[in-house]
């Protein structure tokens, strides 16, 4: 009878091992926010001094960008970027490139250089984009009104592409 306990004894000290590294594993993976997923919330301060949430936007269509100023394919989307958001302003979108740059005079010459208008801010340690589960840049969620992401664009888009622009236009 003592091994049968023993044995008891073991088999639940193994099942609950393994359930507790399945729950912390599961917990150590980082969240990957896809299309369908609700946006995490975040708190950044503008360049402008102004601090936004994603509740900030006023029911507006939000593209949330995040980039650097030593990013390759960020330097190529960022001029296409930078007229989307001009022209689609006044349809009720609004454009917030958050940056992982560390060193502030890049970061101000990249956005003097492109000319960039849309709101911007610093994120040095990037957990904004860490919450999004983003670690490649450039990244962007297209967020809706209730804050539901609508899309995911991986890498640098040309934002300007017409096919591009008429899904962003069945968004609004």
Do not use: H
């Not at 049968?4 to 004894?9: E, F, H, R, S, V």
């Not at 030593?70 to 689609?88: G, M, N, Q, R």
């Not at 979108?93 to 250089?113: E, H, M, N, P, W």
């Not at 983003?134 to 990244?139: D, G, K, R, S, Y």
């Amino acid at each position: 009878m003592k091994d049968k306990a023993d044995w008891l004894l073991v088999g639940s000290i193994v099942l609950l091992v393994a359930a507790l590294v399945y729950v912390v594993g599961g917990a150590l993976q980082p969240r990957i926010v896809n299309a369908g997923d609700s946006a995490p919330y975040f708190k950044v301060r503008t360049d402008d001094g102004k601090t936004v949430t994603p509740t900030d936007f006023g029911g507006k269509l939000l593209v949330l960008n995040f980039w650097a100023s030593w990013c390759p394919p960020c330097v190529a989307e960022t001029p296409s970027l930078e007229e989307f958001a001009k022209e689609f302003a006044p349809r009720g979108v609004v454009v917030l490139g958050i940056s992982s740059d560390t060193k502030a005079d890049r970061y101000k010459k990249f956005l003097q250089r492109f000319g960039v208008t849309f709101e911007t801010a610093m994120d040095p340690s990037a957990d904004i984009s860490a919450s999004y589960g983003t670690f490649q840049i450039p990244e962007t969620y297209i967020i809706d009104r209730n804050g539901k992401v609508l899309e995911k664009v991986i890498s640098n888009q040309n934002w300007m592409d017409p096919e591009f622009l008429a899904r962003i236009q069945k968004m609004l």
